[in-house]
């Protein structure tokens, strides 16, 4: 059987992202799943993000005279602002063997049905779909 994939367009939600990876990881690793379920992140920057760089290192510029530990920290915070304003999609592909096909089918209904999942905008798409080709190469393109 050829690859499924599932999309997940998280949005500007880095957490909600971050809360779906550990758990397809826990999957991945609870149930033996290997190389069956392989994820990926896409991540678009936005114009958005630019300008809270700058505000941000406006903002910094104001806070030198306050206490370096604080200091510490806003520096944390600034290198964490940008990243949830970038838009982030999860790819992931099921990749089960002939024999396996109800695990495959089971999968494809639980993931989309659980809880970090199942508030997002998702598209499943199969090995028959027009989209499956651009699909794979978005899939191998990506880190």
Do not use: C
């Amino acid at each position: 059987m050829a690859h499924s994939y599932l999309i997940f367009d998280f949005g500007t939600d880095e957490e909600a992202a971050q809360q779906a990876r550990h758990k397809l990881d826990a999957w991945k690793q609870g149930f033996r799943l290997g190389n069956k379920l392989l994820l990926k992140f896409e991540r678009e920057g936005s114009s958005g993000a630019d300008a809270g760089k700058d505000g941000a290192a406006n903002a910094s510029a104001g806070e030198e005279k306050s206490v370096a530990g604080k200091k510490k920290t806003s520096a944390k915070e600034k290198e964490e602002k940008p990243e949830p304003s970038a838009h982030v999609r999860l790819l992931i592909r099921l990749d089960f063997s002939d024999h396996e096909k109800l695990s495959h089918q089971r999968w494809l209904d639980r993931i989309p049905a659980e809880e970090p999942f199942k508030s997002v905008d998702a598209e499943t798409i199969r090995h028959t779909d027009p989209a499956f080709t651009k699909t794979a190469e978005l899939f191998e393109s990506l880190e």
